[in-house]
């Protein structure tokens, strides 16, 4: 990253539509790039969506149960939980992070959600929100106090939390379910208008989200981090605690996903998860988020996770494909975005 | 506080990681064996109980599981498998199906495969039902967890099968009917083999199967059970999972002959932990069979190959040929016959007297 561009417009890392503070020698030659940058920047945050209503409809051409209610329905509530995983590893990666943990953290939170929903839905959303809490507060304690790898710490607690989750279930033997008809069970199960309320949460939870990285100083800090750490210090923002603070909403946001997840399924099932980060990156990245940090948004994260749950969907939806494709366009579509974000990366450090 | 170059080569690191493993998790080995899936005339499953005079009379009728008459042959059914088709029992079960789909000619048959993913299992289900499933026969990758695609069934009134692992949910109602093995039995009968082999005494390692699995349960339960009532002189020296896997069946076994070196037999959950268990005895200069007596469940052709050529000594079938069964049952459902709750097929065993000529009819 460019951290001159950092220091100039903190927050909005190499987002160009906002020259306010750039300085005179940054000025020159932008304008015969001008147009070329803001198209790449345009194909950076909104390229996923153009992908996703191509697909979307194509597919309902093609495919006639494809653009059905029902088939909205299924998607978009299978896709919400991850959508709300990949929400806190945006603002994680947005930092130059990464947050392994979030899959082993997401089965966590549903057992002990199962767990706690005997005594009533506010047990079953306190315990896992502050157990997985805790896991995303040491996991930033550890990166931005002790100096120590995001790779490292949240591998540790990736194996740390899923062992936690195996005693606590007697090797997986035991399941915990939520009683039928409670309060919680129905934050999970129950729907408007077809569409359940896992969809609102995480709408709004986006929502939330957006507005905090946009328009917060929290938001602008957290691109100025990743955009150069050193040069953010400099500067005097609070950089260990925006560290802190993303692995934290990492790990409540994961924790609150498993929760609900468990209220879904009625019960805190002990083999989901597993792989959960690795596809909650991929949505992150082919949202236009760039892996090294400085520059994302949440809305195109919101893209990549129905994109790829789209690809999911249509590989059941063409038959005869063995469904191991699906790992294989998905994977597809990774690297097309790296490659994209790599040419488009080189196109503005140009300026 | 990182550097940013140390972070970008951590970054490319995490992405080379996240790329592979979605590349790759669809290409995971796949078994090779020959003619996988075996004979089909051969090894037909035998329902157990009920039996077939029992089973008419009671049960889950039409009326009463409430959903609409259906000719199968014009109908669409939707099956979904749990597992990766990267072991004998997974290939063998989705052929069946999908031979027996051909045989009685169903209009249209949906495949879906869960990979292991709970989440994805519960999007199958509802994506075939999207597409105009009319039957369902699910493979339930876990007793617990499929109650919104089981929910979302019973609100198109469409009848779900389950078949090879039982879901926790009320018979004719959630579902139609299970149909499936006895674990527990099947643990019993490898203890009694055991017991056969070894002479009611020795020092036994278990290779457990995945954790939390009811597979593993089960026929863990069944062996230890049994063992515990029947041959008080044998011991069970070690527990140790192999997770279902040859690799991991092989590491664990390896580890087992260093550290507790007086084993002399193996009870291995599957039979891809026990050729695994084989090949470590081997290297390790033990003959499996005679050394180190090795029992298993399930049936493959390589295992019962190896129990022809005296590596192993017994192994318990687990049958995975619920292509025709699990037709005859929707067929008997929309003659308007009862479905028991529970059918549970006959599972055979192999020794090394009829392991030659039950080759044919392995999987």
Do not use: H
């Amino acid at each position: 990253m460019n951290p001159t561009s950092s220091l100039t417009a903190p927050g909005t890392g190499t987002t160009p539509s906002a020259p306010t503070g750039s300085g005179p020698a940054a000025d020159r030659g932008r304008a015969d790039v001008s147009g070329r940058e803001r198209l790449a920047a345009l194909v950076q945050r909104q390229g996923v969506l153009a992908v996703l209503l191509l697909v979307v409809v194509i597919a309902s051409f093609v495919y006639p149960t494809f653009a059905t209610l029902d088939n909205a329905r299924g998607v978009t509530v299978q896709a919400s939980f991850l959508a709300v995983v990949a929400l806190g590893m945006t603002l994680v990666i947005i930092t130059g992070g990464i947050d392994l943990s979030v899959g082993s953290v997401f089965a966590l939170g549903g057992v002990l959600a199962a767990w706690a929903s005997q005594w009533g839905i506010l047990p079953a959303l306190l315990v896992p929100l502050v157990a997985c809490g805790t896991i995303g507060l040491i996991n930033g304690l550890l990166i931005a106090r002790a100096g120590m790898a995001p790779f490292i710490v949240t591998l540790a607690s990736l194996l740390g939390a899923r062992g936690l989750l195996l005693a606590l279930t007697d090797e997986g033997a035991t399941t915990y379910l939520v009683p039928k008809g409670s309060a919680f069970a129905e934050l999970g199960q129950g729907s408007i208008g077809g569409f359940g309320y896992p969809i609102l949460v995480a709408l709004v939870l986006f929502a939330v989200g957006g507005v905090v990285l946009q328009r917060t100083s929290f938001g602008q800090t957290l691109f100025a981090v990743g955009g150069s750490s050193d040069a953010a210090t400099l500067m005097g923002l609070p950089v260990a605690r925006a560290k802190v603070t993303v692995y934290l909403l990492s790990g409540l946001l994961a924790g609150l996903a498993g929760a609900v997840n468990a209220a879904r399924l009625s019960s805190g099932v002990t083999i989901i998860g597993a792989g959960m980060e690795l596809d909650a990156i991929a949505a992150v990245v082919i949202g236009g988020t760039l892996l090294v940090g400085g520059a994302g948004s949440v809305s195109g994260t919101l893209w990549g996770v129905l994109l790829l749950a789209v690809i999911q969907n249509l590989i059941n939806q063409i038959g005869t494909l063995n469904s191991s494709y699906q790992s294989v366009v998905s994977g597809g579509f990774l690297i097309l975005v790296v490659v994209a974000q790599r040419y488009l990366s080189r196109s503005r450090s140009t300026v | 506080m990182t550097l940013p170059k140390r972070s970008r080569a951590l970054s490319v690191a995490c992405l080379v990681v996240a790329t592979a493993a979605l590349a790759l998790s669809g290409c995971a080995k796949s078994e090779t064996s020959d003619q996988a899936g075996g004979d089909s005339s051969q090894g037909a499953q035998v329902v157990q109980t009920p039996t077939a005079s029992a089973a008419t009379g009671s049960g889950c009728s039409l009326t009463a599981y409430g959903a609409p008459k259906l000719d199968l042959k014009n109908a669409v059914v939707g099956f979904s498998q749990s597992e990766k088709e990267a072991n004998p029992f997974r290939i063998a079960e989705t052929q069946s199906i999908k031979d027996e789909a051909a045989k009685i000619g169903v209009k249209k048959l949906l495949t879906t495969n869960a990979q292991s993913q709970l989440s994805k299992q519960i999007s199958d289900i509802q994506d075939m039902l999207a597409q105009g499933a009319q039957f369902l026969i699910v493979a339930p990758l876990n007793s617990d967890g499929l109650e919104p695609a089981l929910q979302a069934a019973a609100a198109k009134k469409v009848p779900v099968l389950t078949i090879d692992r039982k879901v926790n949910a009320t018979a004719c109602k959630d579902y139609l009917a299970f149909l499936g093995s006895d674990f527990v039995e099947q643990g019993k009968r490898a203890a009694d083999a055991m017991i056969k082999a070894t002479g009611g005494t020795g020092k036994v390692a278990i290779l457990l199967g995945s954790s939390g699995n009811s597979v593993t349960t089960d026929r863990t339960k069944g062996f230890v059970d049994q063992v515990a009532a029947q041959a008080p002189g044998i011991e069970i020296v070690a527990q140790q999972t192999g997770e279902f896997a040859r690799d991991k069946g092989q590491q664990v076994m390896e580890q087992l002959i260093q550290s507790k070196p007086d084993i002399t037999a193996v009870y291995a959950e599957n039979d891809e932990m026990a050729l695994g268990a084989v090949t470590a005895l081997k290297a390790a200069g033990k003959a499996p069979g005679k050394d180190v007596k090795v029992v298993s469940i399930d049936g493959t052709r390589n295992a019962v190959q190896a129990l022809a050529n005296g590596e192993l000594n017994a192994v318990i079938e687990s049958n995975p040929r619920f292509g025709p069964l699990a037709f005859a049952t929707a067929q008997k459902f929309y003659a308007g016959e009862g479905i028991p709750e529970d059918v549970i097929i006959a599972d055979r065993a192999y020794d090394a007297s009829n392991a030659k000529a039950s080759l044919g009819g392995a999987y």
